[in-house]
């Protein structure tokens, strides 16, 4: 079991910036894989910015070149570097970690953290 905190959400100017913390229970280097995905209101959760333990990272095309993940394996955390925040950005954010053993895949949420980009 993985329990996951976020912090750092709130209410930002458009073209402001945030930085999102994801503390992990666990070791991250247990952890295949941590992320973070959005969900606005009325829409479905969609991937964000995930980071893997061997270092590659993948971003959703509407926030390359302004979102940054990052990790600091020795306090467990993921961050979530935001800016040239835009209206659209505004949505609850969780945080994931993803575990693969064997065959198989088991993830897990954190209670997700509110940001809201006002225009």
């Known amino acids: 079991q993985v329990q996951l905190v976020e912090s750092g959400g709130g209410l930002v100017q458009a073209g402001g910036s945030l930085r999102l913390s994801c503390a992990a229970s666990?070791?991250?280097?247990?952890?295949?894989?941590m992320g973070w995905y959005r969900q606005a209101p009325g829409k479905q959760r969609e991937l964000v910015a995930t980071?893997?333990?061997?270092?590659?990272?993948n971003y959703a095309d509407s926030v390359k070149a302004r979102f940054t993940i990052s990790r600091d394996n020795a306090k467990n955390t993921v961050y979530l570097q935001m800016n040239s925040l835009k209206p659209e950005d505004t949505a609850v954010y969780y945080c994931?970690?993803?575990?693969?053993?064997?065959?198989?895949?088991?993830?897990?949420w954190g209670q997700g953290t509110q940001v809201t980009v006002s225009s």
């Open positions: 666990a070791s991250i280097f247990s952890i295949s894989a």
């Open positions: 994931n970690a993803r575990r693969v053993v064997g065959l198989s895949t088991y993830d897990y």
């Open positions: 980071s893997t333990t061997g270092g590659s990272t």
